[in-house]
């Protein structure tokens, strides 16, 4: 491995993991030489789906039930920085990691015309190989904010702005660090160079009209925190571009919601209980 690969820790999220895991940690195991596992549900069948990954190169943290998305990341990059990693990538289980991945993720956080912050990979729905209009490109530009799925962190940048808000919990967890690092002086790259395959919720397909959609199928909870959260991240750090962009995707998503989804009342209801919240949110 190239020596920044060497500097370079994986860490994967898991909750109530599927087989699928092992695989995407074999991939990351080809590119790093350490993987940090986040077990987000510490019961049986977790465990038996973990208990096959390779026990010298892979270290599984057992957390006290679902700690949150925040949390789960945060304990992963603590254990890699405390091993002596300079660098931390970090992953949930919707994604797939792509050969050569890392390098072009350290190729464009080599750049010297800018103070890089958080580098990223460009993204690709995994039910249909489409690749989003915004992730296409080549080389790799700046942006407001990344998923965290993906992510490349360094030592230095932790060092300045902190890790993940956990009192976030999930959702918007992404926008506030990108943000923050933004705000610091630092300038977040996407890599057009790489494709992360990634899927949100359960991408069930559905026919909406005379087109194939793909449902989150997310659950009151994830649209209480969705709701809370993106007007906890605006009243820190305004609307920007990033802020524009998420409510166009926002207002898709609700369309498939209203139209198609299934338990349509108390999704509603929990917005519109995370909207008060976020507006009623008092910052720590």
Same mark, same amino acid.
């Given at each position: 491995?190239?020596?920044?690969? %060497?500097?370079?820790?994986?860490?994967?999220?898991?909750?109530?993991?599927?087989?699928?895991?092992?695989?995407?940690?074999?991939?990351?195991?080809?590119?790093?030489?350490? !993987?940090?596992?986040?077990?987000?549900?510490?019961? %049986?069948?977790?465990?038996?789906?973990?208990?096959?990954?390779?026990?010298?190169?892979?270290? *599984?943290?057992?957390?006290?039930?679902?700690?949150?998305?925040?949390?789960?990341?945060?304990?992963?990059?603590?254990?890699?920085?405390?091993?002596?990693?300079?660098?931390? =990538?970090?992953?949930?289980?919707?994604?797939?990691?792509?050969?050569?991945?890392?390098?072009?993720?350290?190729?464009?956080?080599?750049?010297?015309?800018?103070?890089?912050?958080?580098?990223?990979?460009?993204?690709?729905?995994?039910?249909?190989?489409?690749?989003?209009?915004?992730? #296409?490109?080549?080389?790799?530009?700046?942006? @407001?904010?990344?998923?965290?799925?993906?992510?490349?962190?360094?030592?230095?940048?932790?060092?300045?702005?902190?890790?993940?808000? @956990?009192?976030?919990?999930?959702?918007?967890?992404?926008?506030?660090?990108?943000?923050?690092?933004?705000?610091?002086?630092?300038?977040?790259?996407?890599?057009?160079?790489?494709?992360?395959?990634?899927?949100?919720?359960?991408?069930?397909?559905?026919?909406?009209?005379?087109?194939? *959609?793909?449902?989150?199928?997310?659950?009151?909870?994830?649209?209480?925190?969705?709701?809370?959260? #993106? !007007? &906890?991240?605006?009243?820190?750090?305004?609307?920007?571009? =990033?802020?524009?962009?998420?409510?166009?995707?926002?207002?898709?998503?609700? &369309?498939?919601?209203? !139209?198609?989804?299934?338990?349509?009342?108390?999704?509603?209801?929990?917005?519109? #209980?995370?909207?008060?919240?976020?507006?009623?949110?008092? %910052?720590?």
């Amino acid at each position: 491995m190239p020596d920044d690969a %060497e500097r370079t820790a994986g860490v994967v999220l898991a909750y109530h993991p599927t087989d699928e895991i092992r695989h995407n940690v074999a991939r990351l195991l080809t590119q790093v030489p350490h !993987v940090f596992v986040v077990n987000n549900s510490p019961d %049986e069948a977790s465990r038996a789906t973990l208990d096959d990954l390779d026990a010298d190169r892979v270290t *599984v943290l057992e957390q006290d039930g679902n700690v949150g998305v925040a949390a789960g990341f945060n304990a992963g990059m603590r254990a890699a920085l405390d091993a002596g990693f300079d660098f931390v =990538w970090i992953f949930d289980q919707d994604s797939t990691v792509a050969d050569g991945m890392l390098d072009a993720l350290h190729r464009a956080r080599a750049r010297t015309d800018v103070k890089v912050g958080i580098v990223g990979p460009a993204l690709r729905a995994a039910e249909t190989g489409n690749v989003y209009d915004a992730d #296409r490109g080549q080389g790799s530009a700046p942006i @407001e904010a990344l998923i965290s799925s993906g992510a490349l962190f360094s030592r230095a940048l932790l060092d300045e702005i902190g890790l993940h808000d @956990e009192a976030l919990f999930i959702d918007y967890v992404d926008h506030d660090i990108s943000l923050r690092a933004a705000r610091a002086g630092y300038t977040n790259l996407k890599v057009f160079d790489t494709l992360l395959d990634h899927r949100f919720g359960d991408s069930e397909p559905a026919r909406f009209l005379w087109r194939k *959609v793909y449902l989150a199928n997310y659950s009151p909870m994830r649209h209480y925190y969705t709701s809370r959260n #993106r !007007v &906890i991240v605006v009243r820190r750090f305004g609307p920007g571009k =990033w802020f524009r962009d998420d409510v166009r995707y926002a207002a898709k998503a609700w &369309i498939k919601v209203l !139209v198609c989804e299934r338990g349509r009342p108390k999704k509603v209801g929990a917005f519109f #209980r995370g909207l008060r919240d976020g507006v009623a949110y008092r %910052e720590v």
